[in-house]
């Protein structure tokens, strides 16, 4: 696994994509921060029979995931292998990804309300996932973990 962080930050160095990758990173888990709010408005005034599950459902998700990652507390892949990630970022509480159970149990709940979303919720929260390991933020396993525990929440409310 060091040696594939190894190769991805000289890729990012010889192809100058550095910046696109801490962009995407850093700017688009804003686009679920932003919607989700004016999500749940809409829901309350045109499916207020929904509003309470697409509330709770998202919440519940992302408290049982941070405590989780707190209770386990795995190191990172830039603890474990010594290397700068391309964010700055605290230690520890790697496992579950806590941007990825969020972007994916909020596309899993978007789309539930709205099924012609898919793609679009799908493919931004995709690209999260992949930011949060090309930044040498998370290892694979907590990029899977985490959409494996919103896939499977989404399962059972959705």
């Known amino acids: 696994m060091e040696e594939i962080y190894q190769h991805l930050f000289y890729f990012y160095q010889k192809y100058h994509i550095t910046h696109g ?11 679920f921060y932003i919607s989700y709010p004016l999500f749940l408005i809409y829901i309350y005034i045109n499916m207020s029979s929904k509003g309470f599950l697409y509330t709770v459902v998202p919440l519940c998700t992302f408290i049982f995931s941070s405590l989780l990652r707190s209770f386990l507390n795995f190191p990172r892949p830039y603890e474990q292998y010594h290397f700068e990630p391309l964010l700055k970022h605290t230690s520890g509480q790697s496992f579950p990804s806590r941007h990825c159970v969020c972007a994916w149990i909020l596309a899993f709940t978007y789309t539930s309300a709205f099924p012609s979303l898919t793609l679009l919720c799908y493919s931004i ?6 930011s949060r390991f090309l930044s040498g933020l998370h290892f694979p396993k907590d990029i ?15």
Request: charged fraction near 5%.
């Open 21 to 31: 990758i801490i962009f995407l990173t850093r700017y688009l888990p804003y686009f």
């Open 144 to 158: 899977i973990m985490g959409w494996m525990i919103s896939g499977f929440v989404a399962f059972i409310f959705y």
């Open 125 to 130: 929260a995709l690209l999260i996932s992949l």
